[in-house]
């Protein structure tokens, strides 16, 4: 039968709209520091993909054409216009599947924060190729992380693959809520979601895009900053902003140092 998916949104402030995008197994609560420290000027909106945080766990639907067609309905649902749309880690494939079916449709601007152009790496690739690519997986590692994740040792693994994504900026005490915020999602929902998802070669529908654009990046992160730097190379008019290691330069940087992020996304968002 159909479902009724209901899907968590988050919303603060007034102004010019931005609607940020989580990353894999993330929560739009992650994106608290953003909701309360944008809020002054900006209407935010921060959002939770089905069976993720607050939304409906519901067992289908883990597709990029899926979860695209979630945040399209959220966006009109809303009515948004002249929106800017912030993506961080595989939130951007939703972004970039946006693009990709609805051009520049109620978008003024986009964020890309932190997503390899093509998560998993051909073993034909050169060096340069995947250093460009920024892919972090083989496809045998990437089967192995979905098989561990759907295994009993899916809490450990998730553990571990997000104290790759901190910094000694993030307590022990923030982290441990890190992790709770993503076991909301049933881990067999994310290896189906990184099984599907992680495969996709994103490089010719970054070319392509034509909205101003504003790349972030964190030096230290496990997602390689020389990736990001490719993407903001293949958009023209965009702008590039590195967040260095003693400056909260890894992967979650907007939860490391908010007061910077949120001052480049200021600086980006129209008044």
Same mark, same amino acid.
């Given at each position: 039968?159909?479902?009724?998916?209901?899907?968590?949104?988050?919303?603060?402030?007034?102004?010019?709209?931005?609607?940020?995008?989580?990353?894999?197994?993330?929560?739009?609560?992650?994106?608290?520091?953003?909701?309360?420290?944008?809020?002054?000027?900006?209407?935010?909106?921060?959002?939770?993909?089905?069976?993720?945080?607050?939304?409906?766990?519901?067992?289908?639907?883990?597709?990029?054409?899926?979860?695209?067609?979630?945040?399209?309905?959220?966006?009109?649902?809303?009515?948004?216009?002249?929106?800017?749309?912030?993506?961080?880690?595989?939130?951007?494939?939703?972004?970039?599947?946006?693009?990709?079916?609805?051009?520049?449709?109620?978008?003024?601007?986009?964020?890309?924060?932190?997503?390899?152009?093509?998560?998993?790496?051909?073993?034909?690739?050169?060096?340069?190729?995947?250093?460009?690519?920024?892919?972090?997986?083989?496809?045998? %590692?990437?089967?192995?992380?979905?098989?561990?994740?759907?295994?009993?040792?899916? %809490?450990?693994?998730?553990?571990?693959?997000?104290?790759?994504?901190?910094?000694?900026?993030?307590?022990?005490?923030?982290?441990?809520?890190?992790?709770? %915020?993503?076991?909301?999602?049933?881990?067999?929902?994310?290896?189906?979601?990184?099984?599907?998802?992680?495969?996709?070669?994103?490089?010719?529908?970054?070319?392509?895009?034509?909205?101003?654009?504003?790349?972030?990046?964190?030096?230290?992160?496990?997602?390689?900053?020389?990736?990001?730097?490719?993407?903001?190379?293949?958009?023209?008019?965009?702008?590039?902003?590195?967040?260095?290691?003693?400056?909260?330069?890894?992967?979650?940087?907007?939860?490391?140092?908010?007061?910077?992020?949120?001052?480049?996304?200021?600086?980006?968002?129209?008044?």
């Amino acid at each position: 039968g159909h479902h009724v998916v209901v899907l968590g949104v988050r919303v603060a402030g007034d102004g010019s709209p931005i609607l940020m995008i989580p990353g894999w197994s993330q929560t739009a609560a992650m994106f608290k520091h953003q909701l309360d420290g944008l809020s002054a000027n900006h209407r935010v909106y921060a959002m939770d993909l089905r069976g993720h945080g607050d939304s409906s766990k519901i067992e289908s639907g883990y597709t990029i054409e899926r979860l695209t067609l979630d945040l399209r309905h959220i966006i009109e649902s809303y009515d948004l216009h002249n929106l800017t749309l912030l993506g961080h880690s595989m939130g951007n494939q939703i972004l970039w599947n946006y693009w990709q079916n609805y051009g520049p449709d109620r978008i003024r601007g986009l964020i890309i924060a932190e997503q390899p152009a093509s998560l998993v790496s051909s073993p034909t690739w050169s060096k340069n190729e995947i250093q460009n690519a920024g892919s972090l997986f083989t496809h045998e %590692e990437l089967q192995e992380t979905c098989q561990n994740l759907k295994s009993d040792q899916a %809490e450990q693994v998730t553990r571990a693959m997000l104290t790759n994504m901190i910094d000694s900026t993030i307590s022990s005490r923030e982290f441990d809520w890190i992790v709770s %915020e993503n076991l909301k999602f049933p881990r067999h929902l994310a290896a189906d979601y990184l099984w599907t998802c992680a495969p996709d070669d994103w490089r010719h529908v970054i070319e392509t895009i034509e909205l101003p654009t504003l790349v972030i990046s964190g030096r230290d992160s496990l997602v390689p900053w020389q990736s990001q730097a490719w993407i903001q190379q293949q958009i023209q008019g965009s702008d590039l902003n590195i967040f260095e290691p003693d400056d909260g330069g890894c992967h979650f940087m907007f939860l490391a140092n908010p007061d910077r992020f949120n001052q480049a996304v200021v600086d980006f968002l129209p008044q």
